[in-house]
């Protein structure tokens, strides 16, 4: 990417001034006086889309007039943030907003505060797709994300008395939502069911019932490329025509019940994360965004074309497949080609798979989706027939490429036997030009395991793209202060586009001056994170303590569990004096993390980690020493402003199980030190910044593999590590269940019985590496230099570089002219 300075703002701070009064005048309809802080919100929300609005007018043009193909991210989830500041940030705009809305008697940080947070994912993966949506505008690539505007967002996450997590709705949209464009005009019908009957021999589908998706459109502002992509969420409206034959034949509600339900499709986001549920509503939901999508595309690249020559959509625009939400993509492309334009079938694969790429994010293979048959008939039955004859194909073609009758029988998209089922991401892999993994380990792990044989008869389809995540939001709106000191130590700015800039901080590492900075910097992020903290969640934070930070979804193979059992290890050394209190480092440990409702395992979790945290924070023994705080909800705006505090960060999944991770590259960039296995992208963070600066512990792949093959006993760790024997006897024995046996009796008995995630094999590793991290610690400078060569070396981990990757391996396609 080539570097930008910081765009200037269009307006001046008076201006600004007039044109938020002039909203809250003929939009909010309120004077400046009776204005509340959401008022000046929506206010300055749409005089800001206003400034964005040519951009995004001509970049729309450009996108279709252009000779450049365009990159459509087709994505169950994408997970925003607030848009208002990072809006602002790319219009130069960050401190006229700040003069104009304290000119007129605000609070700016309370005025952002006023913006509810667009929920429309789970974790990872969707935040994913936001960050590469904001690089692709900021590298002025022509693309759209499609999407789901759920009208429920991923649950509001609150604790009750016993620490047990309750989920609330998320009604996002009962809030004023001045970023979301409505459009009528360019809606699309997606139908369901029905049957697929014989017509001058052909197959034509005769759907039961359609629903309107309507498009509602954001805007995603380039930082400093002039540019303005589109992000386009389908949400689900019924017909208004309803059955008249049914309104006269019985009764009213009967009749306009179907126009109920289609607008449940879009209704709600699955909250399961990397573990699919196969719900029937969830492939409508699937099927309901991809289609529109792909009629969309359409109709943008060809408009008002009767009969486009469709064998140049390839050319026109390459979809991205995030995970296999949304490979019913494929069969349904298929079935525009042949059905609605007549393509014979050899054409239509040909397009197809010109169109498709496929990432895989995960390593679980029982997190691949696959539906049954039998769902996908009934809901789509058309779909069904082009499956099946891909698989036949599909089939056809490995008969031709080996004689292993095995292999070829393992590689079946469409399973047989009673219950036979569509395998998504082996359908994603036939149909698509390109699988791609989300980090180095992942990526080989997925050719040497997952999709092994897929690998073997296609390696060039196979690539890899290392993750990234954008440094406009996750440097320089979570931590100015940060941002600040880099431009200083640099001497530019430019670093906020070209990331690998940052390695220019590693000779100040050794600039005693600067390393001072960089500790007030980290330290003043530290005192506004324990400000935070107590206004929001009333607790109080010490921040002359180590931040030891553990952010994520609630899985096991995480391991929370490995974190909590080491905290109460320590807990219980520090109040029976195995460790004298003199040499007690102190430490405030912060988790953050939801968990699917029905996984009852991290639900249990989680209410062992908030009664750790009550039994902890209320013992005399160990305060000052130790502190565990649990905020509840973590989200985007919560990792804003954790992030930038936190010194020590966690990324302790079992080795091989963890596809990728994006915290760990917000953390190592925002200056925390990283103690992790080597999975997923720990492994290219800790290379990068060089073994000495990254505390690893745990058993590796490798080590994993050959202690399932020997077979594991758990028993035998908790018997030979006394730390792990007493933090689990603890656990038992009722310490943090008012001294009830049964409370966790389900967690204990997995961990000594199964533990599938190894998380005791690698307790005494993890729990012995703690004296190294305190040692560290104990000496600031020498902690600091460490950390500035974490930000320095870590530039490799912007999105923006993702992007590129992507446009070089997979897409072929770069900038508007
Ligand atoms: C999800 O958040 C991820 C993978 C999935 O298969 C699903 Cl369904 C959701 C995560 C990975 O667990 C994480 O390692 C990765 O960094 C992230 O996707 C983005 O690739």
Known sequence: MTEQTAPKSPVTTEQFIEEIKEQLKYNQGVTVEQAT?????????????????????TTQKDTVEGNTKAVGYLSAEFLMGKQLRNALLNLGMLSEFDDAVKALGHDPQLVVDAEYEPGLGNGGLGRLAACFIDSLASLGVPAFGYGIQYKYGIFKQEFDAEGKQVERPDYWLANEEPWGHIDYNRSQKVSFGGSVVEEDGKKVWKPAWSVRAVPVDYMVPGYASGRVNTLRLWSAKSYDEFDLLTFNKSEY??????????????????????????KRLRLEQQYFFVAASLHDAIRVFYPGQDKPDLTTFPNKITFQLNDTHPVIGIPELMRILIDEYGYDWNTAWDITTKTFNYTCHTLLPEALEVWPVDL??????RHMQIINEINDHFLEELKGLTRDKERINRMRIVTEGDYPQVRMAYLATAGGSHVNGVAELHSQLLKDVTLRDFSDLFPKKFTNVTNGVTPRRFIRLANPRLSALITEGLGTDKWLSDLELLQGLAPLANDDEFVKKFAEVKHANKVAFANFAKDRYGFDANPDTMFNTMVKRL???????????????????????????????PRTVFFGAKAAPGY??????????????????????????????????????????????TELDEQISQAGKEASGTGNMKFALNGALTVGTLD???????????????????????????????????????????????????????????????????????????????TLADFTSYADIQYQIED???????????????????????SDRSMEDYLERIWHTGPLA
């Open 680 to 758: 997923g992208a720990n492994v290219e963070i800790r290379e990068r910044v060089g073994a000495e600066n990254f505390f690893l512990f745990g058993m590796t792949v490798d080590e994993v593999d050959a202690l399932y093959e020997e077979g594991y006993n758990p028993a035998k760790y908790y018997e030979a590590d006394p730390r792990l024997k007493m933090a689990i006897d603890m656990i038992s024995n009722g310490t943090f269940s008012d001294g009830d046996r049964n409370t966790y009796a389900p967690l204990v008995a997995d961990w000594l019985t199964k533990d599938y995630f190894m």
């Open 600 to 645: 009852y395992m991290a639900k249990l979790t989680i209410q062992l980690i908030n009664n750790v945290a009550r039994v902890v924070n209320n013992d005399p023994d160990v305060k000052g020493k130790l502190a565990v705080h649990f905020p509840a909800n973590y989200n985007v705006r919560l990792a804003q402003h954790l992030i930038p505090a």
């Open 376 to 381: 996908i008939s009934e809901l789509l039955p």
């Open 37 to 57: 802080d959401a008022d000046i919100y929506v206010a300055s929300s749409l005089a800001v889309r206003r400034h964005l609005m040519d951009s995004w007018t």
């Open 776 to 798: 560290l610690y104990r000496n600031p400078m020498e902690w600091n230099r460490k950390a500035i060569l974490n930000v320095a070396n870590t530039g490799f981990f912007s």
């Open 253 to 278: 509600l009967d009749a306009v019940k179907p126009q109920v339900e289609a607008e449940n499709i879009s209704k709600i986001l699955y909250p399961e994360d990397s573990t699919p549920q196969g």
């Open 555 to 585: 899985h096991e193979y995480k391991r929370q569990s490995l974190k909590i059992l080491a905290l109460i290890a320590r807990y219980a050394a520090i109040k029976n004096g195995t460790i004298n209190a003199d040499d007690v480092l």
